[in-house]
């Protein structure tokens, strides 16, 4: 059952308009570029009858959304914790209904200092687990906290949060962007899953749109594929930004010659559903004049289909609790009313009867 009570008339008229929307609405770059299966034979996995229709939003059944299941990224909240604290903010991450959170630094300007074990034990005084972080993949500076300079540091930090994930929201530009160089950035990305594995962590790369690119000295290679085929899939974890993966889908549906090569960001998990333990869930209001396709918006405003793809993904053998939802918006507004009013629409997804 949702925590959070879901008897708000702008809610109701959010949902109506998803409804009317149906899963169209969240194919419209698709529909801009041609759908088709990902360019990458490994990924090509059809999707068409994956998952039970879904029911209408907002619709009696079971809720779609995994219990215990549905986190966000603080990184949306960063100016809340650097005015307020963070006590302030799991306060209200707990009233509306969040079970987790994913940091990206911990520290983000919070009023006062606070060590990690006290911010583990506060956050779980709000009901909040730690689930994973961002942390930075390299640096010209010796002394930076990233991955390539103090592999060490970061994994103590991050087993004294009790966290299960620590990762990278990096892209595997380090050495360019050929295909040795992803190779390259494959193999660091190995040795630190390796290091992860061995404390008992999973080591993810969060993607944005760039990833989706083909390569610099083989425009017949996407650059995502690379990455999928060179990483230990025992040692190396994907966290897939879906709304950055539409983006991609948007910008790089044809190669450099302007040769189609379209792709299905889902087909990619359906493909792998174990190397993606953890989604975030940001939404985009379809927007062509838009460089990246999409306008950021609150979840639930906008025109990607969580419906469709949270149903697809739980509904696979095995997988209803095997992943993490993370909400994010990068510069909301209202930072409070974007994590209020997504959890809120996310609570209120039902699948079909």
Known sequence: MSRIANNDPELTHRLTRRGMLGVAA???AAALL???APASAAT?????GSAPAPAPAGGRGRPLLPPGRLGIQLYSLRDKVGTLGFAPVFAELEKYGYDEIEFAGYTQGSAGPITLPNLRRLARNHGLTPIGSHVGYYSDDPNAYTFAQ???KVLDDAQALGLKH???ASGPFRYGSTVDAWKRAAEEFNTYGAAARARGMKFYQHNHSDEFAF???DPKVRLYD???AETDPDLVYLEMDIYWAYAGQFRFSKRPDGTTAPFEPLDYVLAHPHRYPLFHVKDGVSDPTNEFGYRMTDVGDGDIDYQRFISTVTHLRGQRSAHHWQTEHDTPPDSLSFARRSSAYLHSLREKC
């Open 26 to 28: 969240g194919a419209t």
């Open 34 to 36: 041609g759908a088709a």
């Open 44 to 48: 090509t996995v059809p999707t068409t």
């Open 150 to 152: 103090n592999l060490e």
């Open 166 to 168: 620590i990762g990278t």
């Open 215 to 217: 390569a610099a000295d």
């Open 226 to 228: 690379v990455l999928l």
